[in-house]
C-alpha cells in the first residue's frame, strides 16, 4: 500500500484529505507543522509528499526543497495562493505539482493517483533489467553471474560460468575444444586444453541430473561439444 504524508496545518482541510485518498487504497499520515513535517519525511518512507505552503515552523517553500534533497519520490503543493510566482518558485524546488485552493477532493485524489503512475513509469523505464538465460529449468543469471537448476543456485567458478553461458548463448552449434579455449581463456590454442574438458565435466555435475545422458551439454565424439536445446 502507497503511504503518503500530508503536512497541512488546517485540521479539518488535513482530515478531509486523508478520508479522501483512504478511500482510494492509500496509507496517510498527518503533521501540522513544517519542522515536524520534515522530521517525520526524514525519518521514514513516503511514496508521496503533500504539502501546504503556509505553515508554522517551517513554510512549504523551505520544506519542499529540503525533502527534495533527500527523496525522489512525488511531491504536491497545495495552497490558497493563486499567484505564478508562488507556482514557479514550488516547482523550481523541486515540486511535481502545484494545486490552489479550493479543490475538489476527487481532483486531489486524480491527481495522486498521476503522479503515482508517472513515478512508477519513470522508475520502472530505469531500473536495470537483469539478463537471464533461461532453458528447460536451467536459469543463468548473466547480470548477477548466478547459476539456477530447477529453482536451486549452483556455485560456479568465474571460467565455468563463463563457459556455461557461451555454450547456452549459441545453441545447437559445436565448439572444438581449441575453440572453447580461445573464447573463454582468451589465448590462442597453445595452452592445456585438457582444462575445456575438465570444466565441462564439472559444469555437468552441477546442472544435469545424470551426466552418462546430459540433457544440456552433448559431446560430439572428435570434435567438441554443443549446448542443446
Not at 515536524?36 to 504539502?51: I, N, P, V
Not at 479550493?102 to 519513470?122: G, M, N, T, W
Not at 536451467?138 to 547480470?143: A, G, N, V, Y
Request: proline share 3%.
Amino acid at each position: 500500500m502507497s503511504k503518503i504524508l500530508i503536512v497541512e496545518d488546517e485540521e479539518s482541510i488535513a482530515e478531509l484529505e486523508k478520508d479522501y485518498l483512504e478511500l482510494s487504497g492509500f496509507e496517510v499520515e498527518i503533521e501540522n507543522r513544517g519542522d515536524t513535517g520534515l522530521e517525520r519525511a526524514m525519518k521514514e518512507d513516503f511514496d508521496l509528499y503533500l504539502l501546504d505552503l503556509m505553515l508554522p515552523g517551517m513554510d512549504g517553500f523551505e520544506l519542499c526543497k529540503k525533502i527534495r534533497q533527500e527523496k525522489n519520490s512525488p511531491i504536491l503543493m497545495v495552497s490558497a495562493k493563486k499567484d505564478d510566482i508562488d507556482k514557479i518558485h514550488g516547482l523550481g524546488l523541486g515540486a511535481d505539482d502545484y494545486i490552489t485552493k479550493p479543490f475538489s477532493p476527487s481532483e486531489l485524489v486524480a491527481r495522486v493517483k498521476a503522479h503515482f503512475s508517472r513515478y512508477e513509469r519513470l522508475i520502472g523505464s530505469n531500473a536495470q533489467q537483469n539478463e537471464v538465460i533461461e532453458i528447460r529449468g536451467l536459469k543463468i543469471d548473466k547480470t548477477a553471474r548466478r547459476v539456477f537448476i530447477h529453482g536451486e543456485e549452483k556455485n560456479f567458478t568465474t571460467k565455468e560460468f563463463d563457459l556455461l553461458t557461451f555454450l547456452a548463448q549459441n545453441p545447437n552449434r559445436v565448439f572444438t575444444k581449441e575453440e572453447l579455449f580461445s573464447n573463454i581463456w582468451d589465448m590462442e590454442s597453445i595452452g592445456d586444453i585438457a582444462t575445456v574438458t575438465v570444466h565441462i565435466k564439472k559444469i555437468r555435475e552441477k546442472i544435469e541430473t545424470g551426466t552418462s545422458k546430459p540433457q544440456y551439454i552433448e559431446t560430439i565424439w572428435g570434435v567438441g561439444y554443443r549446448f542443446k536445446m
